[in-house]
């Protein structure tokens, strides 16, 4: 039977409501899109008369840029929340913030919440379909399928492919949402951190490889993804210094070389270059950290087109 | 003024048998299995049992400084809808149930306008900060049946050894509510598998586990008379029963919820599902489960927690912990529990009557000539809808809204005068 996609309103707080076809045919759609941003007039007219809010009650510049330039190549119209500089901040609640947003005629959010499961409040206050941006440390399927796309533009089918994530899988969104959209593409990954920055039960959870040693981990990788590491996690007792998490964990000439040759580098950034990747991994060859920005706009496109049913 | 219940199926000695029961004033005045006497009133109880009234050693009524939530009104008409005829307050009101002044305002409340009677639990600590000792003895000649930090636990080892010193000298029990600040940090829901999945701090099991054993300890230690409130994890049950075959005076209590849902429930981010201790794995909840089948886990308690809809539908991480309980109670262990053979009916019925009631020293009804008239009549083949209409707390918040439960409460009785009546 023909795959007939249906994603006209649908909301993506995480991949798990999406199957591998969904994901696929997302992945196809972030093609098209890339190529119209490689153009020297990067617009199209698709989205006209559309308005999408970004919802941003944790601040990050970076995402926001993102879902905002994709919104505007589309031809939305766009409005920007900030919860640093916005009512919420004189104590609002998130529900009466979107019920005056909803008056003003909203017909996409996209939104970034320190707490998980906000953008399923978001669609319950407002009706309308929601993007997560990512919800503390819940979800972030935006980077997900951005990291998936470009493993997929590099290396083709992903069956069977390895990916290493090291770093910082406790408080991760990304590394959760990337675990769900991996193993549904038929990916093997492996997480890799010291325990105390290891969630439990992943194994069971998510069918993937947990190791805590990194040389063990990295072994015949295809893929290695290094995550930021924050510096308040010390003063949470999680571990001890940056120069001893760095010891046992940087990604790194010497320790890269236990992945395969030429294996992919990646990062969803910002990275604290010196800490978890070193300078002569991060600007190699083999790294695609600038690409998967690029691609990031390319998916948020190809998503807010598939769910406000833009026109070709 | 007389009432006769007639042709119910009464709880009395740990067995149910048919009885016609005869109330005079407050008073019950004869039981037997036909009793023709003329009365004012009769109750036809055909096809229902009758129980005595239900005691509920854990409510939180929120009155005085948080009406919004709940008010003695409220919270004893919530009591006598879901069949209960006693409740212990909790102390953590604003402000605090430390001193006998707030203690008289609850009791004389509750006395003019309430529909359950009610016992006040003070604070074991001034303001249950965990600082200073409270005027335990002084609280206790204004009437309270406990001291409990309910909703806080006193970190200090060394002031809770001094707590238990106090309140054993004026023969206070101590209920505590056994939490670990540090393991249970910023946790939101248990430490297990669905706080992995869905990026939520966790609260071990640990958490509670530390400190029950050093109550337990100290207990021994000073020969007070400890009640665990809320009991969650099976390592903290294990603990419990190694100290009862030691002798020591030890009791405890587990909820509805925690018997009835596990951290599967917090998938869909629901907020009633919320609360402290939380919701355990079905290892716990099993483990609960044989406790209070075996005795180990000694009553029922339902931890009444009620919270506005503006302060529970919000963020997970930012709405406060706790479900209200009173109404819900018996129809969902009776639901999920007693029908479909996991529970026995004279179970449930001694661990929501006298277990509570013997465990803080509180007279209570055995449906004897002569005791309290409180009695709550059910019709177990009936069926309950509980939506935001029907639910007499002011709030909500409940894992069972908008459900059907098996069995209905008909009448709710305190002391002679009927204090809820179901519609025909």
């Known amino acids: 039977m023909a795959f007939t996609p249906q994603f006209v309103g649908r909301n993506v707080f995480d991949l798990d409501d999406y199957s591998s076809e969904e994901i696929m045919y997302i992945l196809e759609a972030a093609k098209g899109m890339k190529e119209i941003n490689l153009r020297e007039y990067k617009k199209i007219p698709t989205l006209r008369g559309k308005t999408v809010c970004t919802l941003f009650v944790e601040d990050s510049t970076r995402t926001r840029m993102s879902f905002e330039l994709a919104a505007n190549r589309l031809s939305a119209d766009v409005v920007s929340f900030q919860a640093s500089i916005s009512s919420l901040q004189k104590g609002e609640s998130l529900q009466d913030t979107v019920y005056t947003l909803d008056a003003m005629g909203i017909d996409l959010y996209c939104i970034r919440h320190s707490s998980p499961g906000s953008p399923q409040l978001v669609h319950k206050y407002s009706g309308k379909p929601v993007i997560n941006g990512g919800d503390g440390r819940h979800a972030h399927p935006t980077q997900a399928l951005l990291d998936i796309f470009s493993i997929w533009e590099k290396l083709g089918d992903l069956n069977g492919l390895k990916i290493t994530i090291v770093g910082d899988i406790l408080n991760s969104r990304v590394v959760r949402s990337n675990l769900i959209g991996m193993k549904k593409l038929g990916m093997q990954v492996t997480v890799c951190g010291p325990r105390t920055l290891m969630p439990g039960n992943m194994e069971e959870i998510y069918g993937c490889r947990v190791e805590y040693n990194l040389r063990e981990a990295l072994r015949e990788a295809d893929v290695v993804m290094g995550l930021r590491m924050q510096l308040e996690r010390m003063t949470e007792g999680l571990f001890p210094s940056l120069e001893e998490y760095s010891k046992h964990y940087v990604l790194s000439k010497d320790t890269i070389k236990y992945a395969k040759k030429d294996a992919l580098i990646m990062h969803p950034g910002p990275m604290n270059r010196g800490v978890e990747i070193l300078p002569e991994i991060a600007d190699s060859n083999q790294s695609l950290i600038v690409e998967q920005v690029a691609n990031g706009v390319a998916v948020r496109m190809a998503l807010m087109f598939l769910i406000l049913g833009g026109k070709v | ?424």
């Open chain 2, 1 to 424: 003024m007389t009432t006769l219940i007639k042709n119910g199926t009464a709880y009395i000695n740990g067995k149910f048998e048919a009885r016609d029961i005869l109330v005079k004033n407050d008073k019950i005045h004869k039981v037997a299995k036909h009793i023709a006497d003329k009365a004012d009133a009769v109750i036809d109880a055909a096809g229902m049992h009758v129980f005595p009234g239900f005691t509920d050693i854990h409510v939180h009524l929120r009155d005085p400084g948080q009406t919004y939530k709940e008010d003695i009104v409220s919270g004893t008409r919530a009591a006598a809808h879901g069949g209960f005829t006693s409740l212990c307050t909790m102390p953590n009101t604003d402000p605090v149930v430390d001193n006998i002044a707030t203690v008289d305002y609850i009791q004389r409340r509750a006395k003019d306008l309430g529909y359950a009677r009610v016992y006040v639990v003070g604070a074991m600590t001034k303001k249950s900060e965990g600082l200073e000792i409270s005027e335990m003895a002084t609280m206790q000649s204004g009437g309270i049946v406990a001291v409990s930090d309910d909703g806080k636990c006193v970190q200090n080892s060394k002031l809770m050894l001094n707590c238990m010193r106090y309140a054993t000298n004026f023969g206070l029990p101590l209920i505590v509510h056994a939490e670990d600040y540090n393991l249970s940090g910023k946790g939101q829901i248990h430490a297990g598998k669905i706080a992995s999945q869905l990026g939520l701090t966790g609260i071990p099991g640990l958490a509670e586990e530390v400190i029950i054993s050093r109550d337990i300890m100290l207990a021994a230690n000073t020969k007070s008379r400890l009640h665990i409130a809320h009991i969650s994890t099976a390592r903290s049950i294990a603990i419990v029963r190694e100290a009862k075959q030691e002798g020591i005076q030890v009791t405890c209590e587990v909820t509805p919820h925690h018997l009835l849902l596990t951290e599967d429930a917090c998938r869909g981010f629901d907020t009633n599902t919320k609360m402290k201790p939380p919701l355990r794995t079905e290892k716990d909840r099993l483990a609960c489960l044989e406790a209070l089948r075996e005795g180990v886990i000694d009553c029922v308690a339902t931890d009444h927690a009620p919270h506005a809809d503006f302060e529970k539908v919000r963020e997970f991480d930012h709405a406060p912990f706790g479900i209200i309980g009173l109404e819900t109670a018996f129809p969902a262990l009776y639901h999920h529990l007693v029908k479909p053979g996991f529970l026995r009916l004279e179970r449930l019925a001694e661990a929501l009557t006298s277990a509570p009631a013997k465990i803080l020293g509180l007279p209570h009804s055995e449906l004897k000539p002569g005791d309290p008239a409180d009695l709550t009549v059910i019709d177990l083949s009936g069926s309950t809808t509980f939506d935001a209409e029907n639910i007499l707390s002011k709030s909500k918040n409940t894992p069972w809204l908008n459900q059907t439960l098996s069995s209905r409460v008909i009448y709710t009785i305190l002391e002679g005068r009927i204090t809820w009546q179901a519609e025909a």
